[in-house]
């Protein structure tokens, strides 16, 4: 079992940044992939960016150049730094965790972007 918690969202004006951080805890040592997907109201939960044990990421063409995916391998750790936040980023963030083929969700944080 991982147990998994993000921090970091809040309320942000166009063009600034934020950074959200997830740590897992239980079976961390068979962890593989971490990343972040987002669910925005009305809309269905996408992938935001991922990134590997070994460290390979990917990205949505939305935030290529605008997110930047970070891992802590030691602390169990994935991050997400956000400049460049624009208003169609507003939604809640997800921390997603694969280890042994089993998925495992944080509960969530509020990302808004609005003047």
């Known amino acids: 079992q991982v147990h998994v918690v993000e921090s970091g969202g809040g309320l942000v004006q166009p063009g600034g940044s934020l950074r959200l951080s997830c740590a897992a805890s239980?079976?961390?040592?068979?962890?593989?992939?971490m990343g972040w997907y987002r669910q925005a109201p009305g809309k269905e939960r996408g992938v935001v960016a991922i990134i590997s044990n070994l460290g390979s990421t990917s990205y949505v063409d939305s935030v290529k150049g605008r997110f930047t995916i970070s891992r802590d391998n030691a602390k169990n750790t994935v991050y997400l730094q956000m400049n460049s936040l624009r208003p169609e980023d507003t939604a809640v963030y997800y921390c997603?965790?694969?280890?042994?083929?089993?998925?495992?969700w944080g509960q969530g944080t509020q990302v808004t972007v609005s003047s």
């Open positions: 239980g079976t961390s040592s068979s962890i593989n992939i």
């Open positions: 997603y965790v694969m280890a042994r083929g089993y998925s495992y």
